[in-house]
Structures are given as C-alpha cells and as structure tokens.
C-alpha cells in the first residue's frame, strides 16, 4: 500500500495510531469510520486502506463511492417493464425468466 501515490507514509502513520485503527477495524461498518490518519485520503485510498482492513465491508464501500462520485442511478437496477420485453421478444429471441427463492419475478 505504501508503493501508491500519496500513501508512502501510511504505514508509519498507521503503527503510530494503531489504537485508532482498531477502532475502525472492529466497527461493524468500517467504511463510515473516520479513518485515523494523518494524510487526506481520497476515496479511492480509502477504498485501499479498506481493502486491507476489511475486505467484508468493501462491496458496501464500492457502493457508496459509486453513489457519490456517478450518481445514485449507477446503482439501481432498471425498472423491468414486461410490456417492453414482450414485444421485443419473438420466436428466434424468446424471453426466459431465472427465478432464485425471495426474489420478486415483477
């Protein structure tokens, strides 16, 4: 981590406030923490840091970044309008429905 750009006294910063970074390790959701360093993170040295730390909170963090550097759009399905598929669909292309147990089909 300390080989990227901007990060290259991370880990000194880090053995200096380690009791603070415990903190945010044990918290249940890390990727909201304020992250004890003495560096300005960017989002994305975030996502980096919370990698390491982590790794079952990054999928959420992904999420909230995506949120806020695109737009919430990035991240919510489309509508599925049967209608629409309907007609597009024909004999050569028909529509075919994967259903998995707790999903809602419409």
Request: net charge negative; aromatic share 10%; with cysteine.
């Amino acid at each position: 981590l300390t080989q990227l750009k901007g990060m290259e006294g991370f880990s000194t910063s880090f053995a200096e406030h380690a009791r603070a970074w415990r903190a945010v390790y044990d918290a249940e959701q890390a990727e909201n923490e304020i992250f004890p360093t003495d560096q300005d993170l960017k989002p994305m040295q975030r996502l980096c840091i919370l990698r390491i730390l982590r790794p079952d909170r990054l999928s959420s963090a992904i999420t909230q970044f995506v949120i806020e550097e695109l737009g919430e759009k990035f991240v919510e399905p489309p509508a599925f309008d049967v209608a629409t598929s309907f007609a597009d669909s024909s004999k050569a292309t028909p529509l075919i429905f994967l259903l998995s147990p707790g999903s809602d089909p419409v």
